[in-house]
């Protein structure tokens, strides 16, 4: 036990970091870092027993309160011993002006002498590094007068903060001490009774009690205990012995009440425990029993419990006859019998099969409505307006058959999120199946009941997960459907789809019609091709096209970029993209109907700046009232957390994690140096159209994909040859025909567009024609590139370029008239995205422009054509010079 020493005027100082050592205290620590193995090596190790260390609490700066006895230090590099004078009170704090101000330690006023009661020597390999392991006991407490350096580690000056033996002996004479006295003997005998009868042992701990001084007594006990930080350094700071006393108490007695309640926790939790292992034990012998005779009541009790729950599923009478018959044939059954489990389930399903149950949909409130489409989604009036229309017919007619819509369009234009904005906006559940790549019927009818393993089909499945009659169910994907030997799910869903059919729709696995009239089916595809008429037929289809520059711009800043900076844990503060670079990004680095790789392009600029922003340093934040002071130091001795590694006998250590904050000057804006850097260069230029034109037999048409319309170079070129035509680009047969088409009107035409002297002239006299479709991995096929086709071969014989700025669409019949095409939206849209001017498409198609946004039409000129000689006029700079010679 520590006796009274005399301390000196100066104590070298090992800091503490969030940890305090007690008077009376044993702790044992490892020292690693040279300043600590230097200290220990100067103070303890050379003077061996005669050895003393102050041992001073340090804080985190933001840990840091305005009323707690601290010293602010920071200490220069130099290797002289330096000190500045402090007085250290509550609100006093003073620094020194170091090279670092940003390192700051929060040195406690008051700390503890302590000395070596075993020291060994270690050296770590294969470094070579020395390490000392020392155990320091508590001595007595200390104030901080001065605090400077020697070298790499503190020295402070100090002044005792015990008292003298008169002083003690006047304070033993008090009454109010006499009582503290009492109080806390008794709370600590209590306690050490119930350590007694919990591990067996406490003899020891009654021999410090009655041997040991009372103001020692109440330090050791406090320093056993598991408390936070805060409450050591009031224990350490209680100079006065009533007040320590009183302190000392009050932990005890928290501590002995925490003990309590945990014994009183255990003695629940093995009561319950013990109820638990008899009920078992009783349970499996009463199965064991009923086994032998036979009787199984615990079954009885499911199958009451399963009709009780067939009864309120509101089955319709015809179907709850079929169900009372499985149910009594169930019950005949042992549950060792082959069939009593799949007839249980599927009693199960009819049972949880929403046969009534629909979700109450709210007053229909057609504005509120038009509000959450308008907030969910940008553009697409059309949906919209379907969707209020059929809002109207619900409210003046509330039984109304819900519409069978079909959203075809490019991937990425939002029909799955739409269809889901869809149900938020009706009030109703929302349910996705997704029929992509399904190829066997039982996907959408179920397995019959006689195969093994057999379950229900996914419409089925889906409304017994969803709960309710009346979801908004999606048939994501559905023209993507097969067909093989297992059957043909497109002809499965003739009857899902069909109004007058759903009513009593037949499940495979159910067995008993369901009603499906009150679900709003609502279909998604890419083409409308793969779609059988029959089933296309059945829905109403709304084509979504794809959008506008404009559209996407407006999107990326109402929807995308808030969305991409939120899945990155950014912010506006973080990361600011401007209108004009997201212009940029959509003319430069996207091409696309829908905004799947702009949004993609977006999140490659939310990482980078996610990378920059985790990369700044992590600032402390500091309380308002201390001071800064720099400490080189600091990084030596405190920083990376573990330089002095500790372990306190009998407390164990409690970990204390720097919560830090992510700070930026001033949020990135993104420009264009940014874009290359993180995107790469452009990948599309407007300039492509000019250069690839400016040779003769080279012209710009449109065509139509999955992913929604695109410029298609057409190129010609002709060789020495026996007058054979040659197609490359991976193309269909339509395409082909169309190509044979083409030459067959030109060679027919030559002499009047004079490209020939005669009629009797062959245009293929001793050369031959090849016609390439860029993109050769891309599948090409339709008859809507004839008048391309044609314009490229004039432009090939004739050695005049085709417009730059113009480009092309429709079918060509072998007598020249331009027939309409479909697609003409997306197409137009696509022509626009590549910055073309002009665009010729039939006159037949005059009534497609009404569905092209007039943002696009305001930036074109749309030339409508009737035949072949009108498409070569408007194709060639300063019209066609043959046209007067032609004899049409």
Known sequence: MAESVELPSRLAILPFRNKVLLPGAIIRIRCTSPSSVKLVEQELWQKEEKGLIGILPVRDAEDTPSVSPVISQGVGADSTERSSKTQAGPTDSPKLNGKNPQEVIHWHARGVAARALHLSRGVEKPSGRVTYTVVLEGLCRFSVQELGTRGTYYIARITPLEMTKAEMEHVEQDPDFITLSRRFKATAMELISILEQKQKAGGRTKVLLETVPIHKLADIFVASFEISFEEQLCMLDSVDLKVRLSKATELVDRHLQSIRVAEKITQKVEGQLSKSQKEFLLRQQMRAIKEELGDNDDDEDDLAALESKMQSAGMPSNIWKHAQRELRRL??????????????????????????????????????????????????VKVKQRIIEYLAVRKLKPDARGPILCFVGPPGVGKTSLVSSIAAALGRKFIRISLGGVKDEADIRGHRRTYIGSMPGRLIDGLKRVA???????????????????????????????????????????????????????????????IPPPLLDRMEVIELPGYTPEEKLRIAMQHLIPRVLDQHGLSSEFLQIPEAMVTLIIQRYTREAGVRS????????????????????????LNQDMHRLASPLVENRLAGGGEVEMEVIPMSENNHEIAGAFHIASPLVVDEPMLEKVLGPPRFDDTEAAERVATPGV????????????????????????????????????????????????????ADLKLAITEEINLLQGRDIHIHFPAGAVPKDGPSAGITLVTALVSLFSQKSVRADTAMTGEMTLRGLVLP??????????????????????????????????????????ILVKRMEEVLEQAFDGGCPWRQHSRL
């Open 331 to 380: 019950k005949k059954m042992q549950p060792q019998q082959p069939g009593y489990n799949s007839s249980r389930v599927y009693l199960e399903l009819l049972a949880d099969l929403p046969w009534q149950k629909a979700t109450e949909e709210h007053e229909f409130d057609l504005k509120a409505a038009k509000e959450r489409l308008d907030t969910d989604h940008y553009g697409l």
């Open 468 to 530: 309710v009659c009346n979801p908004v169910m999606l048939l994501d994907e559905i023209d993507k459907t097969g067909s093989d030997v297992r059957g043909d799910p497109a002809s499965a869903l003739l009857e899902v789809l069909d109004p007058e059919q759903n009513k009593t729709f037949n499940d495979h696995y159910l067995n008993v019609p369901f009603d499906l009239s009150k679900v709003m089916f609502v279909a998604t595809a890419n083409r409308l091709q793969p």
């Open 598 to 621: 702009l949004e993609r392009n977006l999140a490659a600029l939310a990482r980078a700046a996610a990378v920059k922003v985790a990369e700044q340093e992590q600032v402390v934040p």
């Open 699 to 750: 012209s710009v048409g449109l065509v139509w994909t999955n992913f929604g319309g695109e410029v298609q170079f057409v190129e010609a070129t002709a060789m020495v040859g026996k007058g054979e035509l040659h197609l490359t680009g991976q193309l269909g047969d339509v395409i082909k025909e169309s190509a044979q088409i083409a030459l067959t009107w030109v060679r027919a035409r030559a």
């Open 821 to 862: 095409v479909g697609g003409i939206k997306d197409k137009i849209l696509a022509a626009h995205r590549h910055g073309v001017k002009r665009v010729i498409l039939p006159e037949r198609n005059l009534k497609d422009l009404v569905e092209v946004p007039s943002a696009v039409l305001a930036n074109l000129e749309v």
